[in-house]
């Protein structure tokens, strides 16, 4: 069974940084790509980045380009988002997800896999 954990939210000023990180088991995690996913209150749960399997090609968001970094490490079976220059509207549970295909999505709906989620608040 694949397992997801997040770690590493938390509270954090506007202008602020923050590493979210997530921990992959159960399956082969080099065979996948992955995406961070957020949903604030009240909304649909959003695209953040995205890698493929190799770590090679990473997508983002329009909104968190230049200040958001996606990165893997398949030999630790991890996925990290780096996050810079938080804004407040970057608050949000933030998820990521293994998608069994070598390739990015944007759609959640394409998602295999899904963490527990983590919660980062940016405070203005």
């Known amino acids: 069974q694949v397992q997801l954990v997040e770690s590493g939210g938390g509270l954090v000023q506007t202008g602020g940084s923050l590493r979210v990180s997530c921990a992959v088991s159960?399956?082969?995690?080099?065979?996948?790509?992955m995406g961070w996913f957020r949903q604030a209150p009240g909304k649909e749960r959003e695209f953040v980045a995205g890698i493929d399997w190799s770590g090679s090609n990473t997508y983002y968001a329009d909104s968190v380009k230049g200040r958001f970094t996606i990165s893997r490490d398949n030999a630790k079976n991890t996925v990290y988002l780096q996050m810079n220059s938080l804004k407040p509207e970057d608050t949000a549970v933030y998820y990521c997800?293994?998608?069994?295909?070598?390739?990015?999505?944007?759609?959640?709906?394409?998602?295999?896999?899904w963490g527990q989620g983590t919660q980062v608040t940016v405070s203005s």
């Open positions: 997800a293994a998608r069994v295909v070598l390739t990015v999505s944007s759609s959640p709906y394409e998602y295999h896999y």
């Open positions: 159960g399956g082969t995690f080099s065979s996948y790509a």
